[in-house]
């Protein structure tokens, strides 16, 4: 965006708005590789424990990120139609609700914590540590559901190196806290598994500050002065949000779900998996960075009237998305026993893990493609439909997982295709609607 507040369309001015975020989520990579390489030094039920109550604090976290997603349509709508004052009011009402969001899910997770969730793991060992480590997870709630709102501010006005900035500083939190707390380096005394959910909360305090006091440094209007929307268009907002919300707790629910699958397969078959998904962000750091970058663009340039350059535009993000996806992910075909043996030292578990990554390969390709197809139509304010979408492609996804892990047992480089099989159903559901090409003539009114 130049300094009259116009989308450029080049190739570099997509990046430059797209790399902040994926180096963001490098860092939150890092962050998550260094969190199991500490915790797996220490028990495969630490690794698994804590794994599934992360998976479990990210579910519920969708809550909020489908209302940031939301935000930053809403605030990429408003500058690409010259209102600026009422992206920066959306945005002040969007802090306030999510901090609300934060409490709620708080509250919402010390109660599942308190049987419900761990009740449905079936290994006691690992059920012990997803107690222990959750009951302190769940503090981080409220710091990171409000960092998402100063996220959705700097990508819905395509200024987005604060958000590079945020990530470094609560990454070298995060990494520096594991190595003190849980393993107990520099003399520091280890406090085993919790010690990584102390240092995430920490790295999530730490982020939020940062964000706070940089916005407050480059933009303080902002918050100056602190008015918000009116209620009628509150409920504009949340009903463009809802479906989001939905779908991004959809999805992540339905991931979290078929890990629980995986554990009544097996202890081995939950590390391959848990670490299938550490390498699964290897993608997710391109695809973060451009899929954000879409629904900006997408929306921005419907607000401005620009349709004759969304097309060439979806062109550019899809050449950059799949050279991303290639760049980074181009290992797990042509060295995948490397990979495989940072994490496993028996046979077995490496032999699992190279047909896996092998499996995983063609599913981040796949994404590379499927995932710009859905958010094009969420950038373009139809997210009832990206929600329908969802729907019966999770449906698909559940249904097949189900069969190949509790009623039919398949080895886990078979359990894994179900991806596969998801991705392919959001990229038959998306292009279905995309086709008819009058989605950018008909765009939601927000």
Known sequence: MNQAGTLNTGYVDLLRMAIPISMGTMLQFFVLLTDNFFLARLSEEAINGAGNAGLVYITLEMIAVGSSAALQIVIARRIGEGRREDALRTFRSGLLLHGIIGVLLTSVAFLLNSGLVNSAIANPSIRAVFTDFFAIRLLGFIPFT??????????????????????????????????????????????????????????ELTGFIIALLVTLRIMPEAFRPWNILSWDDLKAWWKLAFPLVGQFLTTV????????????????????????????????????????????????????????????????????????????????????????????????????????????????????????MLSTIQGSGKTKVAFRIELVAVTIYMIAAATITL??????????????????SIGFGSWLYLRKGTWCLESQPI
């Open 253 to 372: 629910f339905t991931w979290t779900a078929f890990f629980f699958f995986v554990e009544k397969v097996g202890s081995m078959e939950l590390k391959v998996s848990h670490v299938t998904r550490n390498f699964f962000m290897l993608a997710f750091i391109v695809t973060q960075g451009m899929q954000q970058t879409t629904r900006t663009y997408v929306s921005g340039l419907l607000g401005a009237g620009r349709l004759a350059d969304l097309n060439q535009t979806l062109r550019r993000i899809f050449v950059i998305t799949f050279l991303g996806i290639i760049l980074f992910c181009h290992g797990y075909i042509l060295y995948p026993s490397k990979l495989a043996a940072l994490f496993f030292t028996d046979a077995t578990g490496q032999a699992a893990m190279i047909k896996t990554l092998h499996v995983l390969f063609i599913v981040v390709c796949t994404y590379a493609f499927t995932g710009v």
């Open 407 to 424: 009623i039919w047992p398949q080895p886990i480089w078979i359990i894994w295709r179900v991806e596969l099989v998801y991705f392919l």
């Open 146 to 203: 409000s960092l998402l709102a100063f996220n959705a501010l700097y990508t819905g006005i395509a200024k987005t190196w604060p958000i590079l900035a945020i990530g470094i500083c609560s990454a070298a939190v995060n990494m520096v806290l594991d190595a003190a707390w849980v393993e107990g380096w520099w003399g520091v005394d280890a406090i085993g598994a919790i010690g990584a959910a102390w240092a995430s909360i920490c790295a």
